[in-house]
DNA sequence: CCCTAATCTTGACGATGGAAAGAGGCGAAA
DNA sequence: TTTCGCCTCTTTCCATCGTCAAGATTAGGG
């Protein structure tokens, strides 16, 4: 009954199989390529069988989308923690832009997923799990504001907030789309996503004092 | 020439119907439940018919994609011209902000069309004209920043057109996304937006001198 | 040791995008 | 005017898709 590490029979541990080579199929083939068929065909099973661990196509994708915003809200965390420890002037400043940097990195390492999450389509799809990781994820925007701005009034949090988010999610996801920066070199690009991360502090500073 | 009953074999304005039909069915059901055949259906044709005029449905929606971008550009502008005839202080920050009021709008008027605009499928179709159309956007953002901070060096007007394009399109892409504001109210929110829009040309005057 | 229930396979259904072939109608050339 | 070519649309067909309903398989409790 109680089986701690899912060790089920047949193939073992689909569900997790189906979620990883999921995952790899959105990223190759965007969310309009991905089949719940080919899906099951990398995991080596039958095209049926992943109808016992998810519901619909859409439960899959819910449950890939609910991942990668725990995911998001590690790296976020990881890279403020980095930054912080680098000893900044300002701890708290360093630790909202470095939650930016993390934020970025997950994106463009993940484009197609980071899309999903944030896709009208992810919005639909009623998964409590996936609306709580998301909102796991503002908690750390808030957060981030709140440290550096503490002695605000809150509509000034609230719109610092919606200005750093805004930013950064705009940033990254115009530049995954190939809005920003055609032919700019990796280099070239971080240190346009590092330009902006100031100016986007610099501005919440100054709105705080 | 109009036969309301008998429907000519002949359509005759089937391309513009195909579009007509495919936008207000992407609104209604999404990127991933647009269905070329549903379109056909719609416009009243067979589900073979969209062939000649599209190679594909890739084609169909690239081509969905480009005119929302002149959409797009024509409601930036026009706003713009509105802000500024307002007679504002400073009539090129009038126009910033008016442009970015044309795009949230326009946004929250077409959430699919805006989103499939910006969609890494549309970017993955190699259509010249829907490049073009959304670099017309691009050069939009680029002047009016311009018109702003003449004198600032071309990096920081770089820097500043990310910064403007990036606050203004996350804000907006959050929005529909509903990663911003669950339950407020519509006027609620166009405060939030236009509070956004003060912070990030305030933000962009400063930079410039 | 066997029996139940969870897991997976097979097969089927309607729907989709696209290709192929045929039918219908417009307009230019005769 | 008549004819013929070409563009447009329909019909038919195919492989694939998501999902459902059965049947097969096996783990593990009785």
Redesign the pocket.
Known sequence: ?E?SK??????????EALLTSGRALLEEKGIRG????????RA?????????????????LAELAARGFDELAAAMTAEADRSADKGAEDASTGRLMGQGVGYMAFAAGNPALFQLMFSREANRLDAPALAAAAEKVRALHAAAIEAVIPHASGEIKQRMADFAGASVHGFISLLLEGQIGGRDSSRALKARGLALLSAMAETVVRAGG
């Open positions: 009954m089986r899912a060790q089920p029979y047949h193939h073992g541990q689909l569900r991905f089949t719940l068929r080919e899906c099951a065909r080596g099973v039958s095209h049926a069988a992943p109808a016992y661990h998810f519901a619909s196509i859409d439960d899959l």
